[in-house]
């Protein structure tokens, strides 16, 4: 943080957090808040089903059973897709991992990052721990982790130089949902704050995409650091106060908890790539329906984007990571299958003629326009020239899937099903769906979709 403080007991806004998360009513939640928590939960469902298909879901989730076993008086939490136990943080590590290995969930434009992969997680883990945890409490556990983490992400990014990953401050939400959850005492949960931002994964954002590899954005560590203060904190273990939280200059984040619902404000990814590749995508693809295009008639390709998004790949992709951190790859992937899907992100791409032909041909320019927009806006304008010399441009598009307008419950069931369809029965994908959209009609136990999730899947 930019200034240093020494507090000398809990601050006004820790007290702020603090009630609304032991406090927040169920029935008071407006019920567009709580659609939208079911609707990310599905989709995060959707994409940890699809990141059994990598190598990073399947090396996560063995390392976990292996060396984070829970010890004979610990909780333990069965992971999904798999059915084997681990400690919670296990769990936290292993479906975060899992679930960051595809680059398809949820964001919100002004933290630069993601909250879901990491608080989605947490909730399973403490659910599993708990005796009994209703669909509304899940809903209103997953909403605070939206709320807690996003704000938390809003102060880190304006008060210290480095763009940091998302579990630099997802973490933080993980904390909040164990807060809820386990009814955790107010020292305890400020301490679990300071631990897990104290310990979260200050990572460089950039580092990773100009390397990609499986660490992805950080949420893998992110939420096992969060679960892991939760559950430290309740031993006696101290931390010293979050900054992002209780700091003079972090304040700004977090006075409007409660009134302003940043759940509300997040995207959905229609594709399983980078953010910042979307809107390049869906210009390719609105070029590509008007004009009927077909690979042999495109020259040339241009991406007019803003600059974090002109650093992505612009080389065919020799990894999963490595397509999902790229821009010319899946521009040229859309304008030559026509979809950009969870099978144009894996190996078995890669050697595809018409696709390498046309990444090579595909290339990204830096617009000061889309550069001032971001990071409220992630704009871009395509630009194809054909073999016959005429010249089709796009003008500038925002990346579809929200949040303006949100994601629809329709979009959010044909991402899942499609995510879904080459792993699981169509049955077992529709229990899971009408399980997940009736979360805040029952009072069932959340376990019960627990229990369809842990089954292992076909790999």
């Given at each position: 943080?930019?200034?240093?403080?020494?507090?000398?007991?809990?601050?006004?806004?820790?007290?702020?957090?603090?009630?609304?998360?032991?406090?927040?009513?169920?029935?008071?939640?407006?019920?567009?808040?709580?659609?939208?928590?079911?609707?990310?939960?599905?989709?995060?469902?959707?994409?940890?089903?699809?990141?059994?298909?990598?190598?990073?879901?399947?090396?996560?989730?063995?390392?976990?059973?292996?060396?984070?076993?829970?010890?004979?008086?610990?909780p333990a939490a069965r992971l999904l897709f798999d059915g084997r136990k681990t400690s919670l943080p296990g769990f936290g590590f292993a479906m975060a991992t899992q679930i960051d290995s595809i680059?398809?969930?949820?964001?919100?434009?002004?933290?630069?990052?993601?909250?879901?992969?990491?608080?989605?997680?947490?909730?399973?883990?403490?659910?599993?721990?708990?005796?009994?945890?209703?669909?509304?409490?899940?809903?209103?556990?997953?909403?605070?982790?939206?709320?807690?983490?996003?704000?938390?992400?809003?102060?880190?990014?304006?008060?210290?130089?480095?763009?940091?990953?998302?579990?630099?401050?997802?973490?933080?939400?993980?904390?909040?949902?164990?807060?809820?959850?386990?009814?955790?005492?107010?020292?305890?949960?400020?301490?679990?704050?300071?631990?897990?931002?104290?310990?979260?994964?200050?990572?460089?954002?950039?580092?990773?995409?100009?390397?990609?590899?499986?660490?992805?954005?950080?949420?893998?560590?992110?939420?096992?650091?969060?679960?892991?203060?939760?559950?430290?904190?309740?031993?006696?273990?101290?931390?010293?106060?979050?900054?992002?939280?209780?700091?003079?200059?972090?304040?700004?984040?977090?006075?409007?908890?409660?009134?302003?619902?940043?759940?509300?404000?997040?995207?959905?990814?229609?594709?399983?790539?980078?953010?910042?590749?979307?809107?390049?995508?869906?210009?390719?693809?609105?070029?590509?329906?008007?004009?009927?295009?077909?690979?042999?008639?495109?020259?040339r390709v241009t991406i007019a984007t803003f600059t974090y998004a002109a650093a992505l790949n612009q080389d065919v992709p020799t990894s999963s990571p490595h397509a999902q951190y790229s821009m010319?790859?899946?521009?040229?992937?859309?304008?030559?299958?026509?979809?950009?899907?969870?099978?144009?992100?894996?190996?078995?791409?890669?050697?595809?003629?018409?696709?390498?032909?046309?990444?090579?041909?595909?290339?990204?320019?830096?617009?000061?326009?889309?550069?001032?927009?971001?990071?409220?806006?992630?704009?871009?304008?395509?630009?194809?020239?054909?073999?016959?010399?005429?010249?089709?441009?796009?003008?500038?598009?925002?990346?579809?899937?929200?949040?303006?307008?949100?994601?629809?419950?329709?979009?959010?069931?044909?991402?899942?099903?499609?995510?879904?369809?080459?792993?699981?029965?169509?049955?077992?994908?529709?229990?899971?769906?009408?399980?997940?959209?009736?979360?805040?009609?029952?009072?069932?136990?959340?376990?019960?979709?627990?229990?369809?999730?842990?089954?292992?899947?076909?790999?």
């Open positions: 943080m930019t200034d240093m403080q020494t507090l000398a007991g809990p601050s006004q806004t820790f007290n702020t957090i603090a009630t609304f998360v032991r406090d927040l009513d169920t029935r008071t939640i407006p019920d567009g808040v709580t659609q939208t928590a079911k609707l990310m939960i599905l989709d995060l469902i959707g994409v940890l089903a699809a990141g059994t298909k990598v190598d990073a879901g399947r090396i996560a989730r063995n390392h976990a059973t292996r060396h984070w076993a829970a010890g004979p008086d610990a680059d398809a969930h949820d964001g919100w434009n002004p933290s630069k990052g993601h909250a879901g992969a990491a608080i989605f997680p947490a909730l399973c883990a403490f659910a599993e721990a708990a005796e009994i945890v209703s669909g509304r409490d899940a809903l209103a556990a997953m909403i605070i982790g939206y709320e807690i983490s996003y704000r938390a992400a809003l102060a880190l990014h304006k008060t210290v130089p480095d763009y940091h990953t998302s579990g630099a401050w997802n973490a933080l939400g993980c904390v909040a949902i164990s807060a809820r959850l386990r009814n955790m005492p107010d020292n305890v949960f400020r301490h679990a704050l300071g631990i897990a931002e104290y310990h979260g994964p200050r990572s460089q954002m950039m580092r990773e995409i100009a390397n990609p590899s499986m660490l992805h954005d950080g949420s893998g560590w992110g939420a096992p650091t969060g679960i892991y203060s939760a559950l430290i904190a309740e031993d006696g273990f101290t931390g010293c106060p979050a900054a992002t939280v209780e700091f003079n200059d972090a304040t700004f984040a977090w006075s409007d908890l409660n009134r302003n619902w940043l759940t509300t404000q997040q995207y959905i990814k229609p594709y399983p790539t980078c953010r910042w590749a979307h809107a390049p995508i869906d210009a390719a693809l609105k070029l590509r329906r008007e004009h009927k295009l077909t690979p042999d008639m495109i020259e010319s790859w899946p521009v040229a992937a859309a304008l030559v299958r026509g979809h950009v899907g969870v099978d144009e992100i894996l190996e078995g791409s890669f050697a595809d003629p018409e696709v390498v032909a046309m990444t090579a041909r595909t290339s990204a320019i830096i617009d000061d326009t889309f550069e001032r927009a971001y990071p409220e806006h992630r704009k871009a304008s395509v630009t194809i020239e054909l073999k016959d010399g005429r010249t089709l441009e796009s003008g500038p598009t925002i990346a579809s899937g929200g949040p303006d307008p949100q994601p629809t419950q329709a979009e959010v069931v044909a991402k899942f099903r499609a995510f879904t369809e080459s792993i699981m029965p169509k049955s077992r994908a529709r229990d899971i769906e009408t399980r997940v959209l009736q979360l805040e009609s029952t009072e069932r136990d959340f376990k019960q979709l627990l229990d369809v999730l842990v089954d292992p899947v076909g790999q």
